[in-house]
């Protein structure tokens, strides 16, 4: 801590870098909050430092490793630290459903992004109550938020491995 996030820039869509930019962060702001402190992150400018790393893209096949059909993100943890935590993640937003095609609606690819963060996070699973980030598909019902249960998880795991370390 801090993770260090670094949004790819995508040179197809480039006039979506801000706003996309926009969205993690808004992303890592309430994972960071419900951690009670315990997660913290900044952004970096190069890919090299990053142990995040979002892409956005119009390509399905970007997000195919672990691709998450309801909610069109995908994210791909490289363990390369001796001690089990995911020092690298991968994680891929489709923001269009094909090249050529309108944005997918923000507030769909905000809870995306809240969801694969999750996954970044160390949560391998995934919710039964569709009132969670954590639920595997995008259930809308107004507000894109983290739930207690979410917060409720990621103080638990990281309540967890400070008591561990
Ligand atoms: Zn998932």
Not at 132 to 160: C, H, W
Request: hydrophobic fraction near 35%.
């Amino acid at each position: 801590m801090p993770l260090k996030v670094f949004v790819k820039p995508n040179p197809k869509l480039s006039g979506f870098q801000k706003e996309f930019s926009d969205m993690v962060r808004n992303a890592s702001d309430q994972w960071c909050q419900a951690s009670s402190g315990a997660v913290s992150y900044r952004f970096v400018d190069n890919e090299k430092d990053a142990s995040i790393v979002w892409n956005y893209t119009d390509n399905v096949d970007d997000c195919n490793a672990v691709c998450e059909r309801g909610l069109d993100g995908a994210t791909d943890l490289k363990i390369r630290a001796i001690n089990d935590k995911p020092e690298l993640a991968t994680i891929a937003i489709l923001v269009k459903d094909k090249p050529g095609a309108a944005f997918r609606d923000r507030q769909v690819l905000t809870r995306s992004c809240l969801h694969e963060m999750g996954h970044a996070l160390g949560m391998n699973g995934h919710s039964p109550n569709d009132h969670d980030v954590m639920f595997p598909s995008a259930n809308m019902d107004g507000k894109v938020m983290l739930s207690e249960r979410d917060r409720n998880t990621i103080r638990k795991l990281y309540q967890f491995q400070k008591t561990a370390s």
